[in-house]
T-cell receptor
Framework: DAGVIQSPRHEVTEMGQEVTLRCKLISGHNSLFWYRQTMMRGLELLIYFNNNVPIDDSGMPEDRFSAKMPNASFSTLKIQPSEPRDSAVYFC?????????FGPGTRLTVL | QQQVKQSPQSLIVQKGGISIINCAYENTAFDYFPWYQQFPGKGPALLIAIRPDVSEKKEGRFTISFNKSAKQFSLHIMDSQPGDSATYFCAASKGQAGTALIFGKGTTLSVSS
């Protein structure tokens, strides 16, 4: 089985541009989590979905961030407009029952 | 009550030695305690996990020890190898599937040869 798939793996953009990160869940998993990782703040939960429904978005830093899950296997995280402080590695993870598996991450650099 | 506190922040161990990383939690509703291993440039990978109905779980060189009364759990890496050098995260979550894992801040382990 394929693991969690994220794209792009690297993204370099300029401040003010829109950024869209994509995630494909493991087949059969019903929970999706978006995390952000930085040296300063560690691994932060941004938002998570159960069965396509957003459950907790309290970790989303600002209204510039939005996440969608249009179907059971796919999710997007959008930042509009992007800022240099958004530079980080963004992970999505999918989960069924207790076990949670992370994708390889998207390294975002906002200049 | 939602925090998971992990220590030490960094650890240096000689090859062949035992690496020990500790975590403490407050929320007694937590009943799933995994450990993740992360190499540079990679996503965290599930290493081993325990439920509170047992006090210890062993998989190869990796062992979780769990102390429910103290609300603590630890990861022991026996016969540590340079390939074990990575960042380790403990985590905890409540019983219902689909609740979010609460992660510790991570421990960077370096195993010297």
């Amino acid at each position: 089985d394929a693991g969690v798939i994220q794209s792009p793996r690297h993204e370099v953009t300029e401040m003010g541009q829109e950024v869209t990160l994509r995630c494909k869940l493991i087949s059969g998993h019903n929970s999706l989590f978006w995390y952000r990782q930085t040296m300063m703040r560690g691994l932060e939960l941004l938002i998570y979905f159960n069965n396509n429904v957003p459950i907790d978005d309290s970790g989303m830093p600002e209204d510039r961030f939005s996440a969608k899950m249009p179907n059971a296997s796919f999710s997007t995280l959008k930042i509009q407009p992007s800022e240099p402080r958004d530079s980080a590695v963004y992970f999505c993870a999918s989960r069924r029952n207790y076990e949670q598996f992370f994708g390889p991450g998207t390294r975002l650099t906002v200049l | 009550q939602q925090q998971v506190k992990q220590s030490p922040q960094s650890l240096i161990v000689q090859k062949g030695g035992i690496s020990i990383i500790n975590c403490a939690y407050e929320n007694t509703a937590f009943d799933y305690f995994p450990w993740y291993q992360q190499f540079p440039g990679k996503g965290p990978a599930l290493l081993i996990a325990i439920r509170p109905d047992v006090s210890e779980k062993k998989e190869g060189r990796f062992t979780i020890s769990f102390n429910k009364s103290a609300k603590q759990f630890s990861l022991h890496i026996m016969d540590s190898q340079p390939g074990d050098s990575a960042t380790y995260f403990c985590a905890a979550s409540k019983g219902q599937a689909g609740t979010a894992l609460i992660f510790g801040k991570g421990t960077t382990l370096s195993v010297s040869s």
